[in-house]
């Protein structure tokens, strides 16, 4: 599901990705409070909200995932499918690094290629955009933050969900309402345009859902090794679908970043065996 957003948010064009997110914000706290309803998860969220604690770190949260969604529906609005896969792929690889200087975890010998590795494919996509590829960093770093965050703050997968998005909803309604008033919003250019703002929600929260459902299920390699297929369909879309772009450069730096994840990947399995 998330591999294949990038072909549900340019339906909602040509609304911008402050809108989207706004709206994106706003529905999937609406369908959040139907599942916490259902579920009977209330009296964790409001323990949640009472914990100062928590309560900051999931504010953290809020911000880092905004931004993370601003930065890719902004690339998939503006034809840069393929770096916004380029987050998803070195994503893993910042989490690690992250570990090390946040949590002070010690890296293996393949662990610390893998990040060489991912470095060298940096420079080298680099040279191919004519500069950095910031918005790639932007959301990889963003959304291994955002894990980082999460980890801290250790509140169940729905009850957080809910309380990041709470967080985010007031901002987003008033964006939305100036937007409305200016004339400048798209939320009622027709019945089929509201039903995919509001449908935004469901999309948003779904895959969130089912990937905290498969955290409690899966071994730990084994959610890793499945994340790479939202980079892979967002790279195929892009370059097939959308026809982006591709230079030799371009192509280097990515076989980089796919031999550095080959070997993280294997020395992951490997590591998870003798254990």
Avoid at 101 to 107: D, K, N, P, S
Wanted: hydrophobic letters at 60%.
């Amino acid at each position: 599901m998330w591999g294949l957003f990038p072909l549900y948010w340019p339906l909602l064009a040509p609304a911008g990705a402050f809108e989207i997110v706004a709206h994106r914000s706003l529905w999937s706290l609406v369908f959040l409070a139907l599942v916490v309803t259902v579920t009977r998860s209330w009296r964790v969220v409001g323990r949640t909200y009472a914990n100062p604690r928590q309560r900051w770190l999931l504010l953290a949260a809020a911000l880092l995932v905004a931004t993370n969604w601003c930065g890719y529906i902004w690339a998939v609005l503006n034809e840069h499918i393929v770096e916004a896969s380029l987050g998803y792929f070195i994503n893993p690889l910042v989490s690690v690094l992250i570990g090390v200087v946040a949590l002070g975890e010690r890296l293996r010998r393949a662990q610390w290629l893998a990040v060489a590795l991912a470095a060298v494919a940096v420079v080298v996509l680099t040279f191919g955009y004519g500069h950095p590829p910031w918005l790639g960093l932007l959301l990889a770093c963003s959304f291994a933050l955002y894990g980082l965050v999460k980890k801290l703050a250790d509140v169940p997968a729905v009850p957080s969900l809910t309380v990041e998005t709470s967080f985010m909803a007031p901002v987003a309604l008033l964006f939305l309402l100036l937007l409305e008033n200016s004339n400048g919003g798209h939320f009622l250019d027709s019945g089929l345009m509201t039903a995919l703002f509001v449908s935004a929600g469901v999309v948003t929260a779904l895959p969130l859902l089912a990937f905290g459902a498969a955290a409690v299920r899966l071994p730990l390699t084994s959610i890793g090794l499945l994340q790479y297929l939202t980079p892979v369909v967002q790279f195929l879309l892009g370059v097939i679908v959308f026809a982006e772009h591709m230079s030799a450069l371009s192509w280097a730096g990515f076989v980089v970043i796919w031999c550095a994840l080959t070997v993280f990947s294997v020395d992951a399995f490997r590591h998870a065996s003798r254990r």
